[in-house]
């Protein structure tokens, strides 16, 4: 059965600081891999995806990664600002192509 | 275009009550899916529909019913509602299974 962790739960960083939130998984069988930021009280917007094929994907000041052989993803935010406070989750689709999600990475960027 | 919307945006129940939580998406998705977020468990799917006329069990579908009433709706129903519904519901659709999901703002559901 597919897990997906993010580690750490939480994380303050001061404002300006790069950033990388982690994300790994059991199966490496993956279809694609989403990042979502969650702002609170508030549904999930997309950040990027990244097809199996690929290794990275980039939007702006995000950058994320995708290692399948060791089950893992990254999340890098350059420069980050107070406005990136959220909460980030990661999803991966499998063969049956429903998304599991990770639990989270809460991020505090203090101004 | 306004996405994928949900409707109501809170809804506080008895035990045994029924009720039904609506979504509809403007973007002539093929897929739609109803999630439940609950704390420390991360996002959990309930049900999926892949395309207009079909429906499939997710994670944790117990308790739950869905229908696709069309290509832009897909509706939630809670046939006695418990204690262990309460949480915060979101729709989302794709325009196929597995690819970019867009979710609707969520439905705050308390059981009590």
């Known amino acids: 059965k597919q897990e997906v962790t993010q580690i750490p739960a939480a994380l303050s960083v001061p404002e300006g600081e790069n950033l990388v939130l982690n994300c790994s998984f059991t199966d490496s069988a993956i279809y694609n891999l989403q990042w979502f930021r969650q702002d609170p009280g508030k549904g999930l917007t997309s950040l990027l995806l990244i097809q199996s094929s690929q290794r990275e994907q980039t939007s702006g000041r995000l950058n994320a990664s995708l290692d399948k052989s060791s089950g893992r993803s990254t999340l890098y935010i350059a420069a980050s600002q107070p406005g990136d406070s959220a909460t980030y989750l990661c999803?991966?689709?499998?063969?049956?192509?429903?998304?599991?999600f990770g639990t989270g990475t809460r991020l505090k960027v203090l101004a | 275009n306004a996405g994928v919307t949900q409707t109501p945006k809170f809804q506080v129940l008895k035990t045994g009550q029924s009720m039904t939580l609506q979504c509809a998406q403007d973007?002539?998705?093929?897929?739609m899916y109803w999630y439940r977020q609950d704390p420390g468990m991360g996002l959990r799917l309930i049900y999926y529909?892949?395309?207009?006329?079909?429906?499939d069990k997710g994670e944790v579908p117990n308790g739950y019913n869905v229908s696709r009433l069309n290509k832009r709706e897909f509706s939630l129903r809670l046939e006695s509602a418990a204690p262990s519904q309460t949480s915060v519901y979101f729709c989302a659709s794709s325009e196929a299974l597995g690819e970019h999901q867009f979710f609707g703002p969520g439905t705050r559901l308390t059981v009590l």
């Open positions: 973007m002539n998705h093929n897929s």
């Open positions: 999803a991966v689709t499998s063969g049956t192509y429903k998304y599991i």
């Open positions: 529909s892949a395309s207009e006329g079909t429906t």
